[in-house]
């Protein structure tokens, strides 16, 4: 099943063109049925806010730091880095998911992109080589801010991952676990789900 331009208007009226051409691609990654095409754009439209957010957004408060990120500051270190995006990324994700330390930079270069956000060297490697057979990925990382590449990496994200078989077995909370990380907006997914699967079935 593809998802057909008609369709694609319905769910997003007000959508750019560029992204309609980016969601005509999901059948070539095997997002072809009712419920994957439903449960895949419920979930990527939540994570980037209806395609508006396509980077990850580190501009914490000291308070919000200790709160999600309370394993990498003191007090006293949050308040120092509060309201540095850059200096949080680095912090954060040193040392982690194929980046250097934090003096490296690779945290901030590579911070959440896409519509199911990319972290992580590593990950933008095998995005990259999976997407281009090359590297372009680690010396370009906002080719993923892109309306074609920011889908395109999630429709990656969402086949490395065998999502489609929690879609098959209709099961949003695994389905959510498995992007998220835990149920963070869980019932904004729900609606998201409804509303699109609905359109499918009417």
């Not at 997003?12 to 049925?33: M, V």
Request: hydrophobic share 35%; glycine share 6%.
């Amino acid at each position: 099943m593809k998802l057909t331009p008609n369709v694609i208007y319905k769910l997003f009226p007000d959508l750019d063109w560029e992204f309609h051409e980016a969601l005509s691609l999901l059948e070539e990654y095997d997002i072809n049925t009712p419920l994957r095409i439903s449960h895949f754009l419920a979930q990527v439209t939540h994570e980037s806010n209806d395609f508006k957010v396509l980077k990850e957004n580190l501009n914490y408060s000291q308070s919000g730091l200790l709160s999600v990120f309370k394993k990498y500051f003191t007090p006293e270190q949050a308040l120092a880095y509060a309201r540095k995006p850059e200096k949080i990324a680095n912090r954060v994700y040193a040392n982690r998911l194929g980046n250097g330390d934090e003096a490296s930079g690779d945290g901030w270069k590579y911070r959440g992109r896409g519509a199911i956000q990319v972290t992580g060297k590593t990950n933008y490697m095998k995005c990259s080589l999976y997407l281009f057979n090359d590297e372009r990925l680690l010396t370009n990382p906002d080719k993923l801010l892109e309306p074609k590449y920011a889908i395109l990496s999630a429709c990656w994200y969402w086949r490395t991952n065998n999502l489609n078989m929690w879609c098959d077995n209709n099961d949003i909370y695994t389905l959510t676990r498995r992007i998220n990380g835990g149920l963070n907006g869980i019932e904004d997914r729900k609606k998201r789900f409804d509303r699109i699967y609905s359109i499918f079935k009417s």
